[in-house]
């Protein structure tokens, strides 16, 4: 063969054409070990079958036994290899594993079956590696019988997304059936008991959608949570728990914006607990197969027990107002999440009809647990209310107020936090709503805050209204009146209140948007300098501090004058039946003054009750409520 021209040795290798001489990769150490001990245990079967399949085995004598040992186990039976070897011989298949010799020899030299998944997982991924290597020859092959571009690229595709249907659904039927509920502990578990999360917004392994506009802050509200979750301290008045480890998804903020955030919360290089921030994720769009295998190695990497989704229309590629998109994103991302008691919160925003939520598609609020809703109220104080809910455990709305203190030009370390704010709780109303305008709990705030007596009635009040430039139906005036008549007498204003579930004595915000002084105790780590909350606040009239990061500010630098930040007095006192005593009136007992003349009411209209004379009603003849009867919200 002189006239034959021999190719080097190394150049055939790079070629690859002596391909045909390498072994694929497989692990029969781990595979001996595995098939041993599943002939034992149902133990090690159950939890190797969540990682492993029978296509998984390199040696098709390790498939036989693998098989026939689940056979037996899905019989519940005890299995043992004298068992497995007999079955064997009964199929006709014994030559296939040595007369049964091999079955012998790994049933005797096994491991624990608390060791067994470790192997498996040593087994699944040469596995892995036998997929690529496979692939990898059948695009050369392709390639050698011509292919053109756009059918490698339909192999390409059909193998990647193979890969990414066993990462997201699971392997063997042990991860199938492990869905099924076993009724005794079911009927057993008392959810209503569950403890929520701190900040009691959800509870672990739900999934919620926090709704704002871009002016109201939800990754700044969003970012403190978290932190305040990660490193085990208490929010939004609620009890520390133990840390949670979190693994948060920002496409939104800048870095630089991130870390002045986090140093106003008082966090720090040794004080971020289990918080792992990823800014910028490249990640693939999570209402495709590839993005939710992205997001759950993510999550496998960092053992997460809550992901954070900051912006949502980030991280998707479909239309918002199509819903085959919100339908992929839980199908591909939240689902495998949910099905692993990850729980999940992803940021959104407002459409362009704030009644309607959230923009795009409504498709996008059925899979979620909750769909809280935040909203600036000016002067700091924030409305967070929830619309939508799948368990209906939890409160229903708070009334924040953001607090933030300057340090020269910088955020004062620790300066920045979410309260809850508080006020006088009257019967049948709901805390928080006296901050939100246009409720009855906000008129009922305004007129104790005026100091209106509770026996004024609907006409009188709405005069009073008027001139407080307060606005509202006479539905909703009405209402306000019946619930302060009904009220004890000598409940009336109160400017500031304590929280007692937080600790904390919060100012209300006054009219121009500024507070009074807030006295808000540190409860952060130890390692950390001292908060800045305790020092004295600006001046009176100070500038409006803006929230970090924020568009618009958060007014929250000036103070009260001292005069008008304690409790204000309390209003006259009233006679017996009702009515205030005026300058100069008699104290006789059981008179009624008129609420529109102030004069005293004689016969029938005494007796029956009414508040005003005949000719001063506005509407003549009507019997004003009973204060006992029930009243239904406006």
Not at 56 to 82: E, N, S, V
Not at 441 to 468: F, T
Request: aromatic share 6%.
């Amino acid at each position: 063969m002189d006239n034959v021209r021999h190719m080097p040795r190394d150049q055939a290798d790079d070629d690859g054409l002596t391909d045909f001489k390498r072994v694929p990769p497989h692990d029969i150490e781990a595979e001996e070990y595995v098939v041993g001990i599943v002939m034992h245990s149902k133990q090690a079967y159950d939890e190797c079958s969540l990682l492993i399949t029978r296509d998984d085995f390199y040696r098709p004598a390790h498939q036989l036994i693998w098989d026939t040992a689940a056979g037996i186990h899905a019989t519940t039976q005890p299995c043992h290899p004298a068992l497995v070897r007999a079955e064997i011989e009964r199929q006709g298949q014994l030559h296939r594993v040595n007369n049964g010799n091999l079955i012998y020899k790994l049933g005797g030299e096994t491991i624990t079956p608390s060791h067994a998944a470790a192997f498996a997982e040593r087994i699944a991924e040469t596995a892995r590696q036998r997929r690529y290597d496979s692939h990898s020859t059948q695009l050369k092959a392709a390639i050698d019988r011509g292919a053109d571009g756009d059918e490698l690229a339909n192999l390409v595709a059909d193998f990647q997304q193979g890969e990414t249907l066993r990462e997201n659904t699971g392997r063997g039927p042990a991860h199938l059936t492990a869905s099924l509920l076993d009724w005794g502990t079911f009927f057993a578990t008392d959810f209503g008991a569950i403890q929520l999360l701190p900040g009691k917004l959800m509870g672990p392994g739900q999934q919620i959608t926090l709704v704002g506009d871009g002016k109201a802050g939800k990754s700044l509200f969003c970012q403190e949570w978290m932190w305040r979750m990660a490193t085990g301290q208490s929010f939004l008045g609620d009890h520390a728990q133990e840390p949670v480890r979190i693994l948060y998804l920002d496409a939104e903020n800048g870095q630089e914006q991130v870390q002045e955030r986090f140093l106003s919360f008082g966090a720090g290089p040794r004080a971020m607990g289990q918080l792992r921030y990823a800014s910028f994720p490249p990640v693939r769009p999570l209402d495709t197969a590839g993005g939710g295998a992205d997001v759950l190695a993510m999550v496998k990497a960092t053992g997460a027990e809550l992901v954070v989704i900051d912006t949502i229309s980030r991280f998707i590629s479909a239309p918002e107002n199509d819903a085959d998109t919100w339908l992929n994103l839980y199908r591909h991302t939240l689902l495998p999440l949910k099905r692993d008691r990850i729980a999940s919160v992803r940021l959104d925003h407002f459409g362009k009809d704030k009644e309607r939520g959230g923009r795009g598609s409504s498709a996008k609020t059925q899979d979620v647990d909750h769909v809280w809703e935040l909203s600036a109220q000016g002067g700091g104080i924030l409305a967070l209310k929830r619309t939508h809910t799948r368990t209906g455990i939890g409160p229903e709305q708070f009334t924040l107020l953001r607090q933030a203190q300057r340090d020269g030009d910088n955020w004062a370390l620790g300066g920045t936090r979410h309260v809850v704010m508080t006020y006088e709780e009257e019967p049948g109303a709901e805390a928080g709503l006296a901050a939100i305008p246009g409720t009855v709990e906000h008129l009922i705030a305004q007129l104790d805050k005026a100091r209106v007596p509770n026996e004024w009635g609907a006409p009188r009040v709405s005069r009073r209204l008027a001139e407080l430039s307060v606005k509202a139906s006479k539905a909703k005036i009405e209402e306000a009146v019946k619930i302060r008549k009904a009220r004890p007498a000598h409940i009336g204003t109160g400017e500031v209140h304590s929280d007692t579930r937080s600790g904390t004595q919060q100012a209300f915000a006054d009219e121009h948007g500024h507070e009074a002084t807030a006295n808000v105790r540190n409860d952060l780590p130890r390692d950390l300098p001292p908060s800045t909350f305790n020092e004295p606040p600006p001046a009176a009239g100070g500038g409006h501090d803006e929230t970090p990061g924020q568009t618009s500010p958060g007014e929250v630098g000036g103070t009260l004058p001292a005069a008008q930040a304690g409790t204000s007095p309390l209003p006259p006192p009233s006679r017996e039946g009702g009515g205030t005593a005026g300058p100069g009136s008699p104290n006789t007992p059981n008179e009624r003054i008129c609420t529109i003349c102030e004069k005293p009411l004689t016969g029938y209209r005494l007796e029956r009750g009414y508040d005003t004379h005949l000719g001063c009603e506005p509407e003549s003849g009507s019997h004003p409520p009973h204060t006992d009867q029930p009243h239904d919200a406006a």
